[in-house]
């Protein structure tokens, strides 16, 4: 019977709260502060925990831009590496081909095409050294050439190497390169390269002893004269010239037709026997 009354009441109670529930529009007080303390807390549970996924996929996004930042750096400083080859290719290149065209110019000579492996600052103006020597058939006193026309002649042969002296060195105890001046009317006019003005890249022409007219765009070459350098090597052309008080030619500027400034590839010209006959 206990039993009995107990299942009966218990049953009539939970009927009397659903009915009461289904009547209220609002849980009961108590409920509601459960309701109440449960949402706070799930609140300042949740609050810091959604901050720390926050701040944990912002560093990693970090993380990945830093990476990213990095990759494209390299790929930067390769790309500009590259450019610098390509540019430094594209110079010999073109340099190479300047030479080949100069190679078939000289019919009366055999050419040998050497690279520039040295050229100090101290003497940027007098000298440089070139990758062939004796071994390859350099001979001393040979003609020098690069671009369009000669720079030089060759002073000192080693096993591997040569030393070669530029057409622009001005020092008191160079050789002198004898050159001489063609004019329009196909007249010689006989000198020395006395000098070399590197900022506007001009030779010198002096020592001047014939009366004869000379002009602007005259062509030159080597004269032959004292027998060190070649008779007809082109040299460059006529770009200035300064009168005595008799109207002479005294100073003659030359623009060289032979890079001086810079240069990396050279041609080392021999004379051919036909040639010397």
Known sequence: MIVALSVITCLGLMTLSVAVRNRRSTPPVVQQFGNDVAGFADRVVSLPADGIGAGANSLAQLLNTYDENQKLKQQVDQMA?????????????????????????????????????????????????IGKGSANGVKKNMPVL?????????????????????????NENANRFAIQVTSKKGETVNGIVTGYD????????????????????????????????????????????????????????????????????????????????
């Open 81 to 129: 590496q590259d450019k610098v080859r390509l540019q430094t290719a594209e110079q010999e290149n073109k340099e190479l081909r300047q030479e080949a065209k100069l190679n078939k110019s000289l019919s009366d000579y055999q050419s040998l095409t050497a690279s520039v492996i040295a050229r100090t600052p101290s003497s940027w103006q007098s000298q440089l050294i």
């Open 146 to 170: 690069a671009g369009k026309g000669l720079i030089g002649r060759v002073v000192e042969v080693n096993q591997t190497n040569s030393k070669v002296e530029l057409i622009s060195d001005d």
């Open 198 to 277: 590197a900022d506007k890249n001009v030779l010198e022409m002096g020592q001047i002893t014939t009366k004869t007219k000379l002009e602007n765009g005259d062509q030159v070459a080597t004269s032959g004269l004292g027998g060190v350098t070649p008779k007809g090597l082109y040299v460059g052309k006529v770009v200035g010239i300064t009168n005595d008080d008799y109207g002479h030619a005294s100073k003659v500027a030359i623009r060289p037709a032979g890079k001086l400034g810079s240069v990396n590839i050279v041609t080392v010209a021999a004379k051919n026997q036909a040639g010397d006959e």
